[in-house]
Antibody
Framework: EVKLEESGGGLVQPGGSMKLSCVAS????????MNWVRQSPEKGLEWVAE??????????HYAESVKGRFTISRDDSKSSVYLQMNNLRAEDTGIYYC?????WGQGTTLTVSS | DIQMTQSPASLSVSVGETVTITCRAS??????LAWYQQKQGKSPQLLVY???NLADGVPSRFSGSGSGTQYSLKINSLQSEDFGSYYC?????????FGGGTKLEIK
């Protein structure tokens, strides 16, 4: 059974940093592209970032809204994908989902507020 | 970036009715489209991939159609468990944009 379990959300002040983690199980992690998607009442569902495979030199792609502030990474030995988020803004508030087509985790909530 | 325009934003329907939700892409996405259902408090679940293919375990009352820039999700004979929100998402290159969603409510 494929499982994706996110962690690391919480409350952070504007301008602060947070790192989200996602541990995967039930499949060969190193064979799959991994993504982060977020959801907020204001913006709905928003794709955030993608990281590809070692054979793709771990190529990454980002939504324009997070480019330069967020960094996606992976550790295939730990079946984990991460999202380092810096210079956080109120509009980054939302539920962050780790996804591996077609599976989604349950999400972790980030609140950016003073 | 490709924009996805989904309509309607909300629908109030009765059990047994048939509904159609549409997504229009701002450019040709060559059927690289998925439909998701989301229940309150849960993560989205895949219904349809590659525009017309039902995901495993999805009832046959759901169907996807379309090509080019126009796509539709049809639900025949709506059941009570079908109420919730529906989203389209394209996969024709990043950013993988979502539609704005359709909230399906009981009349």
């Amino acid at each position: 059974e494929v499982k994706l379990e996110e962690s690391g959300g919480g409350l952070v002040q504007p301008g602060g940093s947070m790192k989200l983690s996602c541990v995967a199980s039930g499949f060969t992690f190193s064979n799959y592209w991994m993504n982060w998607v977020r959801q907020s009442p204001e913006k709905g569902l928003e794709w955030v970032a993608e990281i590809r495979l070692k054979s793709n030199n771990y190529a990454t792609h980002y939504a324009e809204s997070v480019k330069g502030r967020f960094t996606i990474s992976r550790d295939d030995s730990k079946s984990s994908v991460y999202l380092q988020m810096n210079n956080l803004r109120a509009e980054d508030t939302g539920i962050y989902y780790c996804t591996r087509d077609p599976y989604w985790g349950q999400g972790t909530t980030l609140t950016v507020s003073s | 970036d490709i924009q996805m325009t989904q309509s309607p934003a909300s629908l109030s329907v009765s059990v047994g009715e048939t509904v159609t939700i549409t997504c229009r892409a701002s450019e040709n996405i060559y059927s690289n489209l998925a439909w998701y259902q989301q229940k309150q408090g849960k993560s989205p679940q895949l219904l349809v991939y590659a525009a017309t293919n039902l995901a495993d375990g999805v009832p046959s009352r759901f169907s996807g159609s379309g090509s080019g820039t126009q796509y539709s999700l049809k639900i025949n004979s709506l059941q009570s468990e079908d109420f919730g929100s529906y989203y389209c998402q394209h996969f024709w290159g990043t950013p993988y944009t979502f539609g704005g969603g359709t909230k399906l409510e009981i009349k």
